[in-house]
Nanobody
């Protein structure tokens, strides 16, 4: 069964940086966009960043714009998230997602078809 696997999470001090990676495991599939979402304790899973393959268009949550960068890997269905100037509010489990069917906007999590199990990012103040 195809799934996504995240890596690169960990503990970092406020102001520091982390880089997350996401790659498929267990098979192949086609996608038209990939994104990152996060979920903090007691909160809903929220959009962080996404990239559309067809035109390279990216979108970011207002809370991370200017600090996070999403990029495409060389291998199919791989994506990275570079996180700089981390703050305590960035503490969450970060999930990678891939979209196969929907072709519109890239922000809504309901439009994504494949998900990873998440990687914990903890920012200490």
């Amino acid at each position: 069964q195809v799934r996504l696997v995240e890596s690169g999470g960990g503990l970092v001090q406020a102001g520091g940086s982390l880089s997350l990676s996401c790659a498929p495991s267990g098979g192949t599939f086609s996608s038209n966009a990939m994104g990152w979402f996060r979920q903090a304790p007691g909160k809903e899973r929220e959009f962080v960043a996404a990239i559309r393959w067809s035109d390279g268009n990216t979108d970011y949550a207002a809370s991370v714009k200017g600090r996070f960068t999403i990029s495409r890997g060389n291998a199919e269905n791989t994506v990275y998230l570079q996180m700089n100037s981390l703050i305590s509010e960035d503490t969450a489990v970060y999930y990678c997602a891939a979209r196969q069917y929907y072709s519109g906007g890239i922000v809504l999590r309901s439009h994504y078809d494949y998900w990873g199990r998440g990687t914990q990012v903890t920012v200490s103040s």
